[in-house]
Antibody
Framework: EVQLLQSGGGLVQPGGSLRLSCAASGFTFSSSALNWVRQAPGKGLEWVSSISGSGDSTYYIDSVKGRFTISRDNSKNTFFLQMHSLRDEDTAVYYC????????????????WGQGTLVTVSS | QIVVTQEPSFSVSPGGTVTLTCGLNFGSASTSYPTWYQQTPGQAPRTLIYNTNIRSSGVPDRFSGSILGNKAALTITGAQADDESVYYCVLYIDRGVWVFGGGTKLTVL
């Protein structure tokens, strides 16, 4: 059974930094692309970032480029979202998600989801 | 700017059939690997359909995906009370980027 256990959310001031973690089990981690998706309070889902199984390919929504970095540690079955220069509009529940199978980014839809972690950016 | 459109809300009677759609302001959703999710309040989304019409593991066959014109569609046949949820689609745009629709709040009454 695929399991994704998230940690690292919390309250941070505007301009601050935070790192989210997602520990995975139940699948071949190093072969799987991974996603981060967020949901602002009372709003819809927003895809944020993806990373390939090897970590060589990464993709971001325009609004976080240059501020957020997705990464993974295949030796620990864990991946991360490092967030810098946080803004009020980054306040959301952040979900990690295993991507659908396949070698191409067009197959990396968010599939199995973590429980979500709340990031609140506020002074 | 890429916008993925969904009906804001829909209602269906118990036992009835409803079709939700997912469109793209530039291009056709049919070539964008549409995926559908169900989300209830306070819960993580659940994947229902991927790559237009492939049902995710454990999803009942009363959920089906298709293409209607240039839109992706999710049809629920024989709606049940616990289908009352928000349904999201996501489309693959290009260069690794996915865009979600705003979601459709489905009421079963």
């Amino acid at each position: 059974e695929v399991q994704l256990l998230q940690s690292g959310g919390g309250l941070v001031q505007p301009g601050g930094s935070l790192r989210l973690s997602c520990a995975a089990s139940g699948f071949t981690f190093s072969s799987s692309a991974l996603n981060w998706v967020r949901q602002a309070p009372g709003k819809g889902l927003e895809w944020v970032s993806s990373i390939s199984g090897s970590g060589d390919s990464t993709y971001y929504i325009d609004s976080v480029k240059g501020r957020f970095t997705i990464s993974r540690d295949n030796s620990k079955n864990t991946f991360f979202l490092q967030m810098h220069s946080l803004r009020d509009e980054d306040t959301a529940v952040y979900y990690c998600a295993k991507a659908g199978g396949g070698a191409y980014a067009s197959t990396w839809y968010p599939d199995c989801w973590g429980q979500g972690t709340l990031v609140t950016v506020s002074s | 700017q890429i916008v993925v459109t969904q009906e804001p809300s829909f209602s269906v009677s118990p036992g009835g059939t409803v079709t939700l759609t997912c469109g793209l302001n530039f291009g056709s959703a049919s070539t964008s690997y549409p995926t559908w999710y169900q989300q209830t309040p306070g819960q993580a989304p659940r994947t229902l359909i991927y790559n237009t019409n492939i049902r995710s593991s454990g999803v009942p066959d009363r959920f089906s995906g298709s293409i209607l014109g240039n839109k992706a569609a999710l049809t629920i046949t024989g709606a049940q009370a616990d289908d009352e949820s928000v349904y999201y689609c996501v489309l693959y745009i290009d260069r690794g980027v996915w865009v979600f629709g705003g979601g459709t709040k489905l009421t079963v009454l």
